[in-house]
């Protein structure tokens, strides 16, 4: 049982390329959520999705997109990188329960150069 | 806006001592409030939470409406506990809000 998994998990882009993330969990979570992590800032949401085919805006969302066509899978995609983008990225799910607990994945590493 | 406040970014406490970790937090509703925690080398992981009311590893966390904090507290810090510790305020269970982390370092 995997749970939550990120791929890749390390990536060096230059300005202006794209790339994808992708996050993939095993346990039919409806909920999925991608965050990032920079020092002194704790992790703040990027974007999320309450079901299959659906995605909405977290707090930080420019320069991001996303999509959740099956529901084990929640893409982050950026278009045009930027430096600003170096972070530490998880995504992390949670079921149909109320319970608050959120699973992460391990995160993964960008540094746009 | 901020959400959650997490002052401390650092604290260091020998073995044994007392802890606290301080969290506030601004919402005007009910307040869905959570701490978790990261380990060295492991996943960002569900301590506890404050509608349990529960006890894991020795911490507990009361919620005061009043001053708007959910402080973490252990009273013997064991050298186990050092991590990050994050707070985290969910909105009608869908969006989950994290504080900045708060380091605990217990030194033996």
């Known amino acids: 049982n995997a749970g939550v998994t990120q791929t890749p998990k390390f990536r060096v882009l230059k300005t202006g390329q794209s790339m994808t993330l992708l996050c993939a969990q095993d346990m039919n979570h409806e909920y999925m959520y991608w965050y990032r992590q920079d020092p002194g800032m704790g992790l703040r949401l990027i974007h999320y999705s309450v079901g299959e085919g659906t995605t909405a805006k977290g707090e930080v969302p420019d320069g991001y997109n996303v999509s959740r066509l099956k529901k084990q899978n929640f893409l982050l995609g950026l278009e045009s990188a930027a430096p600003s983008q170096t972070s530490v990225y998880f995504c992390?799910?949670?079921?149909?329960?109320?319970?608050?607990?959120?699973?992460f994945g391990e995160g993964s590493r960008l540094t746009v150069l | 806006a901020q959400r959650v406040t997490q002052p401390e970014k650092l604290l260091s406490v020998f073995k044994g001592a007392p802890v606290e970790l301080k969290c506030n937090y601004s919402?005007?509703?009910?307040?869905?409030l959570f701490w978790y925690v990261q380990y060295s080398r492991q996943r960002l992981q569900l301590l506890l939470r404050h509608i349990s009311r529960e006890s894991i590893k020795g911490f507990t966390a009361d919620l005061n409406k009043g001053e708007t904090s959910f402080h973490l507290k252990k009273p013997f810090a064991q050298e186990e506990d050092s991590a990050m510790y994050y707070c985290a305020l969910a909105y009608n269970f869908n969006k989950f809000y994290f504080g900045s982390g708060t380091k605990l370092n217990v030194k033996p």
């Open positions: 919402y005007s509703g009910s307040p869905e």
């Open positions: 992390a799910s949670r079921g149909q329960m109320n319970t608050g607990e959120l699973f």
